[in-house]
């Protein structure tokens, strides 16, 4: 008897296991749990659970946008009690509804972007007590109530970005304490106010690019004392004080991008020893002052690009000459000779982007002191022959963008000229030209085997 009840249980879970709807693929995904996927398209109601496993692990339905499905979710999840991923995306979802994920207690991960949910309610999310990652990203909320997330009491990510969002209700994240990561970018939120951070201190990540914030309250950042990556891109900030960041010491990444920042103030980021990438690009920078950089003794990467500078002072750079390893100034008016102090300095340097700078040569020795550049971008100068560039024996370039300039004609025999034997060594392998030398050639890209290998884009444009 027990014998035959076993046997019948197997088969019951055997012939449930290879039920799947019929547009949509059932396999075991790379961490090995059984997944749903439904990328087909123009799905319309009801979801067919019905013929779906119902240990599924993983459902994703995800059309693509061409395709998509007209979808509702009601409370249909109770019978997945394994289920701990969900994806449905450009399904024009309305919203979300009565607590549909009640009773789904193994729900660790939602993604609900590209939809039409107008607003959050207080009863959405309500039984979600272990979801970790809640993306709602491509939608249209305008208003959130108060404490709308408060039974989400695990979660780590939360993801609002490119919605309608213009305010941010007080106790909006209450008992989010365990939240790491918020993004609240592609918003017209306009203001900030600190308090609301109250709830959620152990943030590392904070994103609020094109929120159209015009100042932000430093307050903010004693709140969120613990960032370690900020992106405050794309906004009108104007100013920033000297002493505005001091309390964001753990601070690794920081992109004010895009801003209306006239000038980097004396010492600004001396707080931030840990900093790394620093992007100040398309502000109205037209000064740097020597003492700008600072403390940031560890700093990789610098993007100062598209600003109004006129000048670069070298002592600017000394706390970050040993670390530095990617420089950015393109579309600045600098002279190349300042540009050869600077790098004179940055002797580890391995990337430089001096773009959109109406260079007309690269003298000879420029790189000398920059054994280490692998990648550097020289698209829309003025340069009309690249013998200098392919003289300066010193560096091996992997990727080197010479687009928008003024090449009249490419000499094939110039350029293997310039390194002889690699050029040779690697035309036997796998020098490959993907376009022909022809006056007219658009595109052309070299990759070679050996140590030199370079990419050459719209050369003879
Ligand atoms: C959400 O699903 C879409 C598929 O439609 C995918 O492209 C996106 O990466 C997912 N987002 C997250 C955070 O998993
Ligand atoms: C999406 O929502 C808007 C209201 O914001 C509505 O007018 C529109 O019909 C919805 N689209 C679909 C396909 O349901
Ligand atoms: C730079 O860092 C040192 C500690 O290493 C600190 O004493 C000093 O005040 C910092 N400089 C500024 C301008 O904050
Ligand atoms: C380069 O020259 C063009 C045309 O003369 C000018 O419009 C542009 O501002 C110059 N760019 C820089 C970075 O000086
Ligand atoms: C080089 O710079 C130009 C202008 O800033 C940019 O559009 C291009 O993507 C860069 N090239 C590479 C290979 O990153």
């Known amino acids: 008897m027990l014998f035959q009840v076993t046997i019948f249980l197997y088969l019951l879970h055997s012939s449930a296991s290879v039920m799947c709807p019929y547009m949509c693929e059932c396999a075991l995904d790379d961490r ?212 505005e960041l001091e309390d964001l010491k753990k601070l690794e990444t920081l992109l004010l991008d895009g801003n209306h920042f006239p000038v980097i103030l004396e010492k600004s980021f001396s707080s931030q020893f840990k900093l790394q990438v620093l992007c100040l690009k398309r502000n109205r920078l037209a000064k740097v002052t020597t003492t700008a950089f600072t403390n940031l003794t560890n700093l990789i990467e610098l993007d100062i690009s598209y600003n109004k500078l006129d000048r670069l002072e070298v002592a600017s750079f000394d706390p970050i000459e ?11 008016n600098i002279q190349l000779s300042d540009v050869k102090n600077v790098l004179d300095k940055l002797v580890k340097l391995k990337a430089l982007s001096i773009a959109d700078m109406n260079y007309t040569d690269i003298p000879k020795g420029l790189f000398k002191m920059n054994p280490h550049l692998q990648f550097l971008n020289l ?35 110039s350029y293997i000229m310039s390194e002889p034997k690699n050029i040779h060594k690697a035309a036997k392998n796998s020098f490959a030209l993907q376009s022909s030398m022809g006056k007219n050639a658009e595109y052309a890209v070299f990759i070679a085997s050996s140590s030199i290998s370079y990419l050459l884009e719209a050369l003879l444009t």
Request: glycine residues 6%; neutral net charge.
């Open 32 to 243: 090995g749990r059984y997944e749903i996927v439904c990328r087909r398209g123009d799905m319309a109601n009801p979801i067919p659970i019905g013929q779906m496993d119902l240990g599924t692990e993983v459902l994703k339905i995800v059309p693509s946008e061409e395709n998509p499905n007209h979808l509702t979710i009601g409370p249909i999840f109770q019978q997945f009690q394994h289920l701990e991923e969900l994806h449905i995306t450009n399904s024009f979802i309305p919203a979300i509804g009565f607590h549909p994920f009640w009773g789904v207690p193994s729900l660790r991960y939602l993604n609900l972007t590209h939809n039409n949910i107008t607003s959050l309610l207080d009863y959405n999310f309500k039984g979600m007590m272990n979801l970790q990652e809640l993306y709602l990203d491509f939608n249209k909320i305008e208003s959130i109530p108060s404490s709308v997330f408060m039974h989400l009491s695990d979660l780590r990510v939360l993801s609002l970005a490119h919605n309608r969002i213009s305010k941010l209700a007080p106790r909006l994240f209450l008992k989010l304490s365990k939240l790491k990561s918020l993004d609240l970018s592609y918003n017209d939120i306009v203001e900030i106010n600190p308090e609301i951070f109250k709830d959620i201190q152990e943030l590392k990540t904070f994103k609020c690019r094109s929120c159209g914030l015009e100042n932000i309250n430093p307050m903010m950042y004693s709140i969120l004392a613990d960032l370690i990556y900020l992106d405050l891109g794309y906004n009108q900030l104007k100013y920033l004080l000297a002493d």
């Open 322 to 332: 040993n670390s530095l390893r990617d420089l950015k100034i393109s579309g600045n």
């Open 379 to 413: 698209s829309g100068n003025n340069l009309q022959d690249i013998h200098n560039l392919l003289y300066q024996s010193n560096i091996k370039l992997t990727h080197l963008d010479l687009s928008r300039n003024k090449f009249k004609g490419f000499d094939e025999k």
